[in-house]
């Protein structure tokens, strides 16, 4: 018996929960699946590093380390651009308990809206464009259905002894 990849399997995820709350753009579907599915490894998690080499863990070095690249490329300013919107909308969509914890919820839809909104504007393929300004006007609402589908398609044991469920809370 063939098991499907990791993206196969969040791909089939995302669709059933996206159509469940009336997301029906394909693409984005694909991209969501494919933040999932890169984000289960964590150095796809932590793939920006600072000038010493280390990853860069916190939104505001994420935002201080795109305005240097900025300054330095465009190209490798798009690169911190993506990854800080696939990062909030990952963390806000799966670790919004954590971030609603911690009173951060709205800072990182904001700045997930607001990064998306600017891959949209620098984006040369019209294809890919489209996906982030979908991102951008929907973040709220695709962020809204990622949570909902962790609770719902993927709850987790509510022991105390469950140091995942622990994490996921704090």
């Known amino acids: ?24 753009e394909p693409a984005t579907v694909d991209y969501v699946s494919d933040i ?10 932590y793939a920006l590093r600072d000038a010493d080499g280390q990853p860069v863990e ?9 305005q240097k690249a900025h300054g330095e490329t465009a190209c490798r300013g798009r690169f911190f651009l993506r990854h800080l919107g696939e990062y909030t909308l990952f963390m806000s969509g799966i670790f919004r308990e954590r971030l609603t914890a911690r009173g ?14 600017r891959c949209a504007d620098c984006e040369m393929n019209p294809q890919q464009r489209k996906v982030y300004w979908h ?18 398609q993927f709850p987790l044991p509510t022991s105390p002894d469950n140091m995942l469920t622990a994490f996921w809370r704090v």
Not at 2 to 18: D, E
Not at 36 to 45: E, G, I, N, P, S
Not at 135 to 152: A, P
Request: hydrophobic share 45%; glycine share 6%.
């Open 1 to 24: 018996m063939r098991l499907p990849s990791l993206y196969q399997f969040f791909r089939h995820q995302v669709n059933h929960g996206f159509h469940l709350h009336g997301i029906a």
């Open 36 to 45: 999932l599915a890169r984000f289960a490894q964590v150095r796809q998690f």
């Open 58 to 66: 916190y939104l505001v070095d994420m935002l201080e380390a795109w």
């Open 104 to 117: 951060e919820l709205d800072y990182y839809m904001a700045h997930g809206r607001s990064a998306y909104w």
């Open 135 to 152: 991102l951008h006007q929907d973040f709220g609402r695709i962020s809204n259905t990622l949570d909902n589908m962790r609770r719902e």
